[in-house]
Structures are given as C-alpha cells and as structure tokens.
C-alpha cells in the first residue's frame, strides 16, 4: 500500500517543535564560622545544583524563559500540538535548543496521576520504528501553568494519527492492508517490549500513528507513560476483566492483554466503525460478558474471510486459549491454526432472579451482587444464591468458593460486614474480575493507581482504605484458578499495607500505603504545592527554599512528608516519626532534627542553612532542659552559629551532648545539696535567734540566785565575824 493510500485515510497530520533543560548553579561550601566549640561542619561533596524535581518556583521569574530538557532540548510552550496529545498530556512542539525544524514532540503531564517511570528505562532502549522513539524525561518549570511539571519528550511521528475518534465511522481497511500495515508492525513492537517485559496497555486506533519510511507506511505505537497502565484504553478494547476496574484500577497486565487490544483494533479497522460506540463501559462489558468478546464486538458485521480467524485467536476471552505471539506469527507465515471458539460462561438452565432482572451464568450474578450489596446479603443469607450454583448451575467448586467467602467475611477490619461478605462473595463467583466494593473495582496491582488518583480528587480513599484492611487483596489471590508468580508478591504487600494503615503515627497510614504503591507518585504535601518532589534530596531543596518563606508552616514535616520519606528510604528508622507525636515538645524537636540529621546523611545534600534555621526554631525546649541559665544561654548562641552552617549534624551534636547534659546534671545536684546544706544551716541559726531571750531570762535567774546565796552567806559571816569579835 503506497503512502498516499494510508494517508488518505487519515484524519491529518501534525507537525512540532522542541525543548530541553538547564542545570541551575551548584550550590555553595558551608561557611567556616570559626566555632568556638569543637564541632566542625561535616565534610560531605557538595551536590551540582537542586534536582529537577525540587525546581525553585522563583528560580523561573520569566513567563518566556526557554523550558529546556537535558540542557539540550527547548520545548515550545506556545507550538502546542493538540493532534497529538493524550487524555492525560497535553502535546507540544520540541526541537534541539536553536534549532530551525521542530523534529520532536513533548507530553506535559497534567494529570496529577504517577507517569510511569518505572518502564522509562526500558522504552527508551526499543529502536523499532513501530514505536514512538522515547528521547528523554524531566520535570520541568513549566511557565504556563507556574508549577512543576513532568514532560517526556518523544522523536515526532512524520505521519498523523490514524483515527482522531472511535464514535464516527471511517472506510474499512482490507485484509492486506490491515495485515501489512497494521498487524506485522504492532506485532513488531510487542516483540520489543515482550523482551523488555513492558505492558504497553494503550493499543487502540486512536494511538497509532502513520510512520512513513522507505516509500511505505505503516503504524507507530503511541504513548504510554503519561499515566498508569491502561488508564488511557477505552473498555472496547480491554479484556472483560480489566474492563470492569475503574480505569485508574486496572494495574500492570500481561502481553495477553496486548494482544487482545490489538485483536480489537484490528476488528474496528475492518469494519469500519464500533458497534458498541454509544454504549458506556459497563454496557460493553456486561455484553461481552452475555455473548463472548468476538461475538459482542462484531455484531452483525461481515468480516474479510480471511480475518476470522485471528479475531476469534486474539479476542479469546480465556487467556489461556488466547492466541500468542507464536500463533499470530505462524498466522502470518501462512499456517492456518485449528479455529478456536470462544467458550462463553457456563449457563444454568434456570436462571437466578435478582433485583428485577433474571442471570444466566456466575459471572453475571457477580457484577449484580455489588451493584446492590444488602440486597445481595439477603440472597445470600436465605441460602438461594447456594441452591442455585448447586442444583441450577451445576457447579460445586463455584458454591464451595462462596461458601468460603461467606465463613471468611468476619476476617479483617473497616467498612460493614455485609459490604465485606458481597465483595468476597463475587469474587468467588469471578476469580478473575477485580476487587468490587462500595463502588470501586480495582484489580490488585491497581490499588495503587486507584488510591493516587482518590488523594488527588478527595474522593474515595476510604474505599481503597478498607479494601486494604478488610483482606480483600488476598482473598482474591487465593480464590485464583490459575497461580501465577506475582500471586505471592501481591499477597506479601497487601499484608504490609494493611500493617501501615493499623498505625496512627505520622509516616504511615493511607499516605504511607499510596507512596510505597506508587514509586513514581509525587509527594502531595501542601507545602510543596506547584513542586513534582520524587526523591529524597529533591525534598530537602525544597524545604530549604520553604524555610526562607514568611507564610512557612509550624514545621517542615506533616503526614504527606513522613509517609513520603519512610516510603522512599525504608530503612530509616521509623522511631523519630514516633516522637513526632509526643506531647513533650523536647522530645517532639529532637525527633525532627534526628529526621533531617539521617536524611542529609542519606542525600548528602549540604549546605541547608534556611532549613537548620527552622528546626533550630524549633528546639528551644531542648535548650530549656539545661539548668545552667550560662548554659542555655551559650547554647541559644551556639545553635545559631551551627545553623548557619547548614549542616544538621552539628545541631544534632550540640543538642545531644551528653557529656555536657551530664556536667549540667551533676552540677544541678551539687547545686541542689549545697543549697539544701545551707538551707539546713539557716534553720538552724534562725531556731537559736528564735530561743536567744529566753536563754538570757534562765541565765540571769540563775545569777540572780547565786548573787543572792553569795549576799547571803557574806552577811552571814559578818554576823558570825562581828558575835565573835
């Protein structure tokens, strides 16, 4: 097929421009004080300059300063490209820095959802032209906006998109068409990820582009890391499973779901249109789920002969029938494989009535149960719903999971147990269906995805919350039919976030479990509004650049910013986060400094003089535990000198310095004993004040007598004396 040929099929094409970003100044030396003390500022390497993520929002005072990627590429903030942007990316024209021509594209994240940097690595290695070449990623200060913003810079495609909307009709692709430009390229390229083990999870009609080279075309994979797995993929295009979780909770999938995508896209480009467009996402799947992929997303449509059996291989609803790689290639090479039917759910011949409408099969009555829950209990506490697997259904193995799920709906914690038991119960009945509670469907590997996007819109965390503490995660892992090797995995981190939620204390709780579930996740704190903070020493640029604000807050770490550093470095002790809920302010100040202590130590990340400033703010009752009024008052001089130096050590020592708290302490008893000698001394002479006249009255009555005995024995003798004479 010529290019023309392709091209005229398309809506249009699109054009660029570029961008790229530059290195802010290396930060300075601590200052050398010359401190009276001992204490030295720590000699540890100087990092170059505040990482991008911890970009100063008054670092980019103009509205029209280059947005530079890699020192190398310039972004066009005012070149958009709204042809090429995703739901969750708004695309514009990049090119190298003073560049005539625009030869690349870059998506501007504005979601708030985690990119998917974990697979950057990985995609920036494949050189396929089928895929959408990955050049590089940064977060950026993007000026229209005024805050941080992560940008993933793409090589342009030389072709447009090859559908702009799945809802309006278009000429049909024929056999050959459809297979040389469509499915040996796509095919090309889920052989590059298969190898790289990446889940593209966006393979549909309107992410695929016209890459023209070599007077050919074909099509190029689009995008796939501006937002989680599967986020972006209509449910037409998705397996039964992963259509019935919110698109948030989808989660990681295999290279069987790819492929399932790529069966869709390829049946929508043969006929032309989707026969399921007006539906919404619960009707496509509930049809789906009635009549078997194949059958529900083809309709009444006459397909190319040829195609029938790769459709029916690709939308196996089975994972396990599915067709893979090998069989679509053998396909291509001209083998024919045994035709596969796709095996719908097995059908009672009677059905169950619920809730005004009548299900043939466990599946159906799964979806039903959680769409009303205490109507659902009802079912199942009047023992009809076991009557009807058992004798109408047929199917011992699905009523003993139920039964299982009824007895086990006491363990774990939050939410009503009715809300509970529905939940297991329908995954009982649909091991492979997502987690359904309280209105959320999320798979187990999308939990994550799910809980970021409720912190960021306010809405339904409590839900995420209580399916982590009510055990669901690993009920479903042990209802699985099929063990696979990420079950354990999966069961081993519900257990630990369902430990993190059981604890109060700031570092752990629902904000602890979306950081540890989403490596890539921003940290959410309010402080740090306008900034995309994903590492550790990106935080603590940030925080310094807060501490030099007047509307600063109390002190620089809340729950978002706990949760956030034990999540990134779990080593850290999580003792210190403890203290921060001690009502001793003591004992609350010297937690924080032993936080940012360690966390310096960690990044290496010096000098911080603003944010040693704040903490040393904050230490004033650890100044007031010294008796000594000289003492705390050299201290209180000290600490200002030390928190100059930026270097948090230097406070942790001169705050925790036991020999000096020992000499205070030993100082403040000699003081004490000295002062209670004294005080018994005063007693004593104020009591011989007190009893002083009186000692004089007996004394003198004493003398008195004696003079009197004296006088009378001397007139007594005269008498004698003067008789005698």
């Not at 509970?420 to 995954?427: G, K, S, Y």
Request: negative net charge; charged residues 25%; aromatic residues 6%.
């Amino acid at each position: 097929m010529a290019p023309s040929d392709l091209a005229s099929l398309l809506a249009g094409t699109a054009d660029g421009k570029s961008s790229a970003a530059a290195s802010p100044a290396p930060a300075g030396s601590p200052p050398d004080l010359g401190l009276e003390t001992q204490l030295k500022p720590e000699q540890v390497p100087v990092e170059e300059g505040p990482g991008i993520g911890a970009a100063p929002l008054a670092a980019h005072p103009l509205h029209d300063a280059p947005v530079l990627i890699g020192g190398r590429y310039e972004v066009l903030t005012d070149a958009p490209l709204p042809d090429l942007s995703s739901p969750t990316a708004d695309a514009y024209a990049a090119r190298v820095q003073d560049a005539a021509k625009s030869d690349y594209c870059a998506y501007v994240v504005r979601s708030g959802l985690p990119a998917r940097t974990d697979i950057f690595g990985a995609l920036r290695s494949v050189e396929s032209p089928s895929v959408m070449r990955l050049v590089d990623y940064a977060v950026v200060y993007w000026p229209p906006d005024g805050e941080c913003r992560p940008v993933i810079l793409f090589e342009l495609p030389n072709g447009g998109r090859l559908v702009r909307s799945l809802k309006q009709g278009r000429q049909p692709l024929t056999e050959d068409q459809v297979t040389r430009n469509v499915i040996l390229p796509i095919m090309s390229a889920l052989k590059e990820l298969k190898t790289r083990r990446v889940f593209h999870g966006t393979i549909n009609p309107t992410n695929l582009f016209v890459h023209e080279r070599g007077g050919s075309s074909a099509v190029q994979l689009g995008e796939c890391l501006t937002a989680p797995a599967g986020y972006n993929q209509p449910a037409f295009f998705e397996t039964i499973e992963r259509g019935m979780a919110m698109p948030s909770g989808r989660g990681n999938g295999t290279i069987a779901d790819d492929l399932y995508a790529l069966g869709a896209t390829v049946l929508y480009l043969v006929q032309g249109s989707n026969p399921l467009a007006e539906r919404d996402a619960e009707s496509v799947v509930a049809a789906k789920i009635e009549k078997g992929s194949f059958a529900a997303m083809s309709g009444d449509s006459r397909l190319p002969l040829g195609m029938v059996e790769p459709l029916r291989g690709l939308l196996m609803d089975d994972p396990q029938q599915r067709w893979t790689l090998e069989d679509l290639d053998l396909w291509v090479s001209g083998r024919r494989l045994s035709p596969k039917q796709s095996q719908p759910p097995k059908r009672a011949p009677r059905p169950l009535s619920f809730a005004g409408n009548d299900y043939w099969n466990a599946r159906s009555v799964g979806v039903s149960l959680t769409a009303s829950p205490f109507a659902g209990n009802a079912l199942v506490e009047s023992g009809e719903l076991d009557n009807w697997l058992r004798r109408s259904l047929d199917d011992e193995a699905v009523a003993n999971r139920v039964a299982e799920a009824v007895r086990s709906a006491s363990a774990g914690r939050g939410g009503s147990p009715e809300e509970r038991r529905i939940a297991r119960v329908a995954m009982a009945l649909d091991p492979s269906a997502p987690i359904r509670y309280r209105g959320r469907a999320v798979m187990p590997e999308g939990i994550g995805g799910a809980l970021a996007e409720a912190m960021i819109t306010g809405s339904g965390a409590q839900e995420i919350a209580e399916i982590i503490t009510g055990q669901l995660p690993m009920f479903w892992v042990n209802v699985q039919q099929t063990v696979r090797s990420d079950h354990i995995p999966i069961a081993r981190t519900f257990d630990m976030m369902r430990a993190h939620l059981e604890r109060a204390e700031p570092g752990f709780g629902l904000e602890r479990c979306l950081y540890e579930l989403n490596p890539s996740m921003p940290c959410l704190s309010p402080m740090l509004a306008g900034r995309y903070i994903l590492e550790l020493d990106e935080l603590l640029r940030a925080l310094e650049e807060i501490a030099g604000s007047p509307d600063r807050p109390r002190d620089p770490v809340d729950r978002h910013v706990a949760a956030f550093i034990l999540a990134r470095r779990g080593t850290l002790e999580d003792a210190p986060m403890v203290g921060l809920l001690s009502q001793d302010e003591r004992h609350r100040a010297t937690a924080l400094l032993t936080i940012f202590c360690e966390l310096q130590a960690l990044t290496r990340v010096v000098p911080l003089p603003k944010l040693c400033a704040w903490i040393a703010e904050t230490l004033e009752p650890a100044v007031a535990r010294f008796n000594s009024r000289t003492v705390r008052e050299r201290m209180a001089e000290e600490m200002k000198k030390q928190a100059a130096t930026g270097v948090f050590k230097n406070l942790y020592t001169l705050v925790q310095n036991q020999n000096l708290a020992a000499r205070d302490a030993t100082a403040f008893q000699m003081a004490r004993r000295e002062f209670a000698r004294i005080t018994r001394d005063l007693a004593v002479r104020e009591e011989e004040l007190e009893t002083r006249e009186e000692v004089a009255r007996s004394l003198g009555r004493q003398l008195a007598a004696v003079a009197a005995s004296v006088l009378s024995a001397a007139i007594l003798v005269g008498i004698v004396l003067t008789q005698t004479g």
